[in-house]
Each structure stands twice: as C-alpha cells, then as structure tokens.
C-alpha cells in the first residue's frame, strides 16, 4: 500500500520488529511507525480509511481489539484481515513441515489461523481467496520456516539446534531460488 502511495501508520508491539520493518522501508516517508499494542494504539478516533491484520488477528484478544478496530476506522472505512498458507502438496513445504511435526509433535500446525478465518466479529464478511507462488531463496525460506510458531516460538534450544542443522542440510538439496505455493485469504469488512 504504501508504494501506492498511501499514507501508513504501522503499529507492533515488538521494537525489534519495528526496527526490521523501518531498515525495509528506507526511504518512505508516508510510513509512521508506532511501538505499541495494536490493541491500545492511543490513536485519536475514526482517523483510518483502512486497518489490515496480516497474519495475527488469532492472537488478539477480541473483546479488546474489535473496539478498538471500530474507533479508529471511519465511517465507510474497512477492516482486512489477512492469512496465508504454504499448500500441503508443495514438496518444499511438505518435507519442512514432516521435520517441525517430527521435532515437535505437539505443534498444531495452522489450527489457530484456521479458526480464526471462520470466525466474523463484524458484519457481512468478503471472502477472497487465491494461490500465489511465492519465490523464495535457501535463506528466506528458512528464515520463513524458523519465524513459524512451531519453531523459534515453542521448540527447545536442543530440537532448535537440531531443527536447523537438519533443514540447512535439507535445503542444500533444493535450488538455491524456488517459489512455495501459498495460499492467501483476505477477509474484508466494511464499517
């Protein structure tokens, strides 16, 4: 959006995210960064044409965010909740996936995400849904697969360490640039 030229208020609670995510954007200035809780931005109300969630909204408390999703969009504005997942058959995905589950059984893999996508807490929901081929090198997508929540977020330091050797050594088998085929859900709402 913002090399659309929309103006941009990014908000995380993570001050090392916000760090990664202003180094990305160098250059832009139609993009203000905010550290602080998405649920209590402090923003003055109905300021938001749009508010999108990218691949979080599962780990908001809803009683909390809905509100404060309705205060900050104008009237007319639209709320964008939005998901993506690697396909199950795509053979990358699939053997990175077989090494989590082994390493960590008790992972749940996208149930969260799943759930959330079928749960509407406005009204009228659109539905869009589409595959996109995603490129990837070696490194990006190990780096995609450490950020999932079966890996860094709930593995051990031993399954980590052992996590990384093993899918280092498997996506030495790979091409150094390849594309995984997501699968993307974009759930919109009009207030």
């Not at 202003?22 to 250059?27: D, F, M, N, R, T």
């Not at 139609?30 to 402090?42: D, H, K, M, Q, S």
Request: glycine share 4%; aromatic share 10%.
């Amino acid at each position: 959006m913002a090399h659309l030229g929309a103006e941009i208020t990014a908000v995380d609670h993570s001050e090392n995210q916000i760090q990664q995510a202003i180094a990305l954007s160098e250059g832009r200035d139609n993009i203000r960064y905010l550290v602080c809780p998405a649920e209590r931005t402090g923003l003055p109300d109905h300021v938001f044409d749009a508010v999108t969630a990218l691949m979080c909204f599962w780990y908001f408390d809803p009683q909390v965010i809905v509100p404060e999703i309705r205060r900050l969009l104008r009237p007319g504005g639209i709320f964008v909740k939005i998901y993506m997942s690697w396909l199950q058959e795509d053979p990358i995905a699939k053997k990175s996936k077989a090494l989590i589950k082994r390493l960590n059984p008790k992972w749940t893999a996208a149930s969260p995400a799943i759930e959330d996508l079928k749960k509407h807490y406005f009204d009228d929901p659109i539905l869009e849904k589409f595959d996109a081929a995603l490129p990837f090198t070696r490194e990006s997508w190990h780096g995609r697969i450490l950020s999932n929540r079966g890996v860094l977020a709930s593995m051990d330091g031993k399954a980590l360490a052992e996590f990384e050797e093993k899918h280092r050594k498997f996506l030495q088998n790979c091409p150094e640039k390849f594309t995984v085929t997501h699968r993307v859900f974009i759930t919109g709402y009009r207030m």
